[in-house]
């Protein structure tokens, strides 16, 4: 369902004056979306429409190719996440500082660790960085020793690992820089990583 630019605006109106009357009136007024019970139309008119009518602050840039030559002079970080484990058929862009976001196994399993860490070694970039997601289960400390008293049915892989064979998982990373609850400087550019 697409919305006209005059609906759009009289929405924008509408909640113009109810925000101005309740202003005048020093009290706190707070309008019930009339989109709220059709969550569908909400997201059809809030952002695929808003999306076309684009504030003037605001610059769209056309993606480049991945081989693209970089500008003398300039950094270029590459970042990615929610690879799970499936490097095998990327097309890495060029660049200088590569940063991977978070979720690069399935599990957090050690094998998937060391395989994620090999991937790693075949890059070509100067900086590499790395935080852990979600899915980099044994990277928690804390849940796998309460997963592991549970035997937790949908990690069965990761329940049955011993503590001795992820207590330190993150030292396979040997091809990166890891950060936890930490940052990092490159090329004059502070970067903090945190996976909670």
Known sequence: MAFTLSEIMAA???????QSQ?????????EVDEYSTNPT????????NQGRFQPPHVHMVDPMPHDTPKPPGYTRFVCISDTHSR?????????DVFI???????????????KFNDWLGTLPYDIKIVIAGNHE???????????IKQDFYYFPSASKLKPENY????SLLTNCIYLQDSDVTVRGFKIYGSPW
């Open 12 to 18: 924008r109106r509408q909640q113009s004056q109810a």
């Open 137 to 147: 289960l044994t990277f928690d400390q804390e849940f796998m020793a309460d997963l």
């Open 41 to 48: 139309q909400a997201f059809t008119f809030y952002n695929i």
């Open 167 to 170: 207590e330190n998982v993150q």
């Open 100 to 114: 991977h976001a978070g979720d690069f196994t399935e599990l957090g399993l050690p094998s998937e660790v060391k």
């Open 87 to 95: 490097t095998d058929s990327i097309q890495m862009p060029y660049g």
């Open 22 to 30: 309740a202003q005048r009136g020093n009290k706190t007024a707070v």
